[in-house]
């Protein structure tokens, strides 16, 4: 072969080596940018589920809280009610005794008009 044939290829093998080296760089390069973006993309996620599991945990308590003051008012609902069952059994029997009384104070009534009418009666008579 020529002299001139072995250094073209020589040339070209160095070219194409040179290029494999540049595109080998670059991919490395670039293979080193994904991971840093995917690295700072996990950090992300986490800070947000670190957020996230913080809120949930205040909700959780908030929960909590609620639940017991929820209880603690039924408790008291039904406390009062029985209260006022209580207070409309009274009010009941109350009734009851007034309309027992209102029937009494009708027949005095009555019996002071039969007795009023007897004692005019006998004024009449004297």
């Known amino acids: 072969m020529s002299t001139v ?8 093998v160095l070219v194409l080596v040179a290029a494999a080296v540049v595109i080998g ?13 995917l690295a700072e993309r996990a950090n992300a996620h986490r800070s947000e589920a670190q957020a996230r ?22 408790v008291e609902a039904e406390r009062h009610a029985q209260l006022a069952e209580e207070k409309r059994a009274h009010a009941d029997q109350l009734a009851d005794e ?20 007897k004692a005019d009666e006998i004024e009449e008579d004297l």
């Open 5 to 12: 044939l072995i250094v073209v290829i020589v040339i070209v």
């Open 25 to 37: 760089r670059r991919a490395a390069a670039r293979r080193r940018l994904e991971k840093q973006r």
């Open 53 to 74: 599991a913080a809120k949930a945990s205040e909700l959780s308590e908030e929960e909590q809280a609620k639940r017991a003051k929820a209880e603690a008012a039924a």
């Open 98 to 117: 007034s309309e027992g009384a209102g029937e009494r104070v009708e027949r005095e009534r009555e019996r002071e008009r039969m007795h009023g009418h």
